[in-house]
T-cell receptor, first 110, second 113 residues
Framework: RKEVEQDPGPFNVPEGATVAFNCTYS??????FFWYRQDCRKEPKLLMS???SGNEDGRFTAQLNRASQYISLLIRDSKLSDSATYLCVVNSDAGNMLTFGGGTRLMVKP | ETGVTQSPTHLIKTRGQQVTLRCSSQSGHNTVSWYQQALGQGPQFIFQ???????GRGNFPPRFSGLQFPNYSSELNVNALELDDSALYLC????????????FGSGTRLTVV
């Protein structure tokens, strides 16, 4: 079983739609959680950190459920520029090694 | 503030050859991590360097080795290249023991033929 699992998609949605991605992680000792965005053939870039209380950044809302070991990302009012792969990322060790999920591909259509 | 730079951007090697990839870390960061990203997959942790020593390693064989220099820049060396080593190699710099503030370079795309 992979340490961080995501639905690979693709999710094809029209502009303006709301879309949600989910992710599960297997290590209950995991400490820090993130969503990264990766455009085609580019490096991953931090989208947002994820906190137990939930957090919002504009159109993006992230939630963490430690009991279920589940992380979510909600994108409201999707834009064409949101088309990318979204990587769920977990930090489980005392250092700063990041464990990535396989990514979920989002395609926003006009 | 200078970001993370990697060189070369693209590379084609023959099976069995050796390759060296280079990374200069972001100004102020003291830790460098290397990741391998195969097509259609998420990045996989190779190893991390801090104070010029390996500070953690993923599930990669010993033919993957690295160095960190006093200016925090780093090299990734891969010996006896295999076809499955074809991937995007990402370098990321950060502060020691902090998963926050990770900055990735744009990567080196290695093709082994």
């Amino acid at each position: 079983r992979k340490e961080v699992e995501q639905d690979p998609g693709p999710f094809n949605v029209p502009e303006g739609a709301t879309v949600a991605f989910n992710c599960t992680y297997s290590n209950s000792a995991s400490q820090s959680f993130f969503w990264y965005r990766q455009d085609c053939r580019k490096e991953p870039k931090l989208l947002m950190s994820v906190y137990s209380s939930g957090n919002e950044d504009g159109r993006f809302t992230a939630q963490l459920n430690r009991a279920s070991q589940y992380i979510s990302l909600l994108i409201r009012d999707s834009k064409l520029s949101d088309s990318a792969t979204y990587l769920c990322v977990v930090n489980s060790d005392a250092g700063n090694m990041l464990t990535f999920g396989g990514g979920t591909r989002l395609m926003v259509k006009p | 503030e200078t970001g993370v730079t990697q060189s070369p951007t693209h590379l084609i090697k023959t099976r069995g050859q050796q390759v060296t990839l280079r990374c200069s870390s972001q100004s102020g960061h003291n830790t460098v991590s290397w990741y391998q990203q195969a097509l259609g997959q998420g990045p996989q942790f190779i190893f991390q360097y801090y104070r010029e020593e390996e500070n953690g390693r993923g599930n990669f064989p010993p033919r993957f080795s690295g160095l960190q220099f006093p200016n925090y820049s780093s090299e990734l060396n891969v010996n006896a290249l295999e076809l499955d080593d074809s991937a995007l190699y990402l370098c990321a710099s950060s502060f020691y023991r902090s998963p926050y503030g990770y900055t990735f370079g744009s990567g080196t795309r290695l093709t082994v033929v």
